[in-house]
């Protein structure tokens, strides 16, 4: 078969099951090939090899049983580095870019120590990390699996040096040291709203990285008051959440004390993002 021949016959199998048909279907054949997409247009009329066929088949049936596209490549792009995605981690979404450059705009290059929470990928910590060369930082998750995946990025984006993985229920490893930031983006999806999600997602994704609890708060229950004793003086600390979560954890950061409370929103404008900062006790007496 040609490529033009194959372009048709993706399209045939992949737009049934997905609006994205055409950027997967190009992405497949990039990697099967090892070629640009350019090269697709250009060699249109050439045949491809039967084992390149055979991998297309591959993961032309992984797709239909509406497997991410992103774990079948392997690969995923965030903040414009490759990171490695796979079963054991949640795949890094384009929204969470904003976290990273509302702490990247922050921090403005300044000596900063940063612990991320629930790493998965460790797409936020190894961006920092790459984006901030005077950041120093630490990066959690109970799951090996995640952990495992999340070293292999700190690797392939060369940040060995500035970012230290811990297996952690929450703070639970990291010690007596303190930080400028905490970031997390724990799992916040509801029970009810998991049941909702597309196939990709419910039947991929790990669980544990989704659910958040009966309404999807439980971690921002926990983080919130765990995290005073880590945070320096007027420290920050910093989610994403769901789409109608922030209102309840404004609440949570009043109930714990802290100051400078805000709500900044993604690039669909939905209030995603919460962050507070740390006042002690001294501080409060000194204001």
Known sequence: MTLQEIQVWLK?????????????????????????VLDLIIY????????????????????ILRE????????HEFMGLPFKVGRGV???????????????????????????IGT???????????FLKYAEVTTVDISEDALEIAGENVRLNGVEARVTLLKSDLFESVGSEVFDIIVSNPPYISEKDLRALEPEVKD?????????????????RRIIPQAKPYLKAKGLLIFEAGYDQ???????????????????????????????????DADKTNG
Request: aromatic share 10%; with cysteine; proline share 4%.
């Open 12 to 36: 045939e199998k992949l737009e049934p099951i997905t609006s994205e048909w055409e950027i997967e279907s190009k992405w497949m054949l990039c990697q099967v090939l090892d070629c640009s």
């Open 246 to 280: 922030s209102v309840e954890i404004i609440k949570l950061f009043e109930a714990q004390g802290y100051d400078d409370i805000g709500v900044f929103s993604d690039l669909r404008g939905i209030p995603r993002f919460i962050y507070g900062h740390f006042v002690n």
């Open 120 to 130: 998965g990928s460790g797409a936020i910590a190894v961006s920092l990390a790459r």
């Open 90 to 116: 949640l795949i890094p979404r384009q929204d969470t870019e904003s976290l990273v450059e509302y702490i990247i705009q922050y921090v403005a290059g300044q000596p900063t120590k940063i612990l991320d």
């Open 44 to 63: 249109k009329q050439q045949d491809i090899t039967e084992k390149a066929y055979n991998e297309l088949l591959e993961m032309v049936r992984r797709r």
């Open 68 to 75: 991410p596209i992103q774990y079948i490549l392997g690969v």
């Open 204 to 220: 991929h994704e790990p669980e544990l990285a989704l659910l958040g609890g009966l309404d999807g708060l439980d971690f921002y």
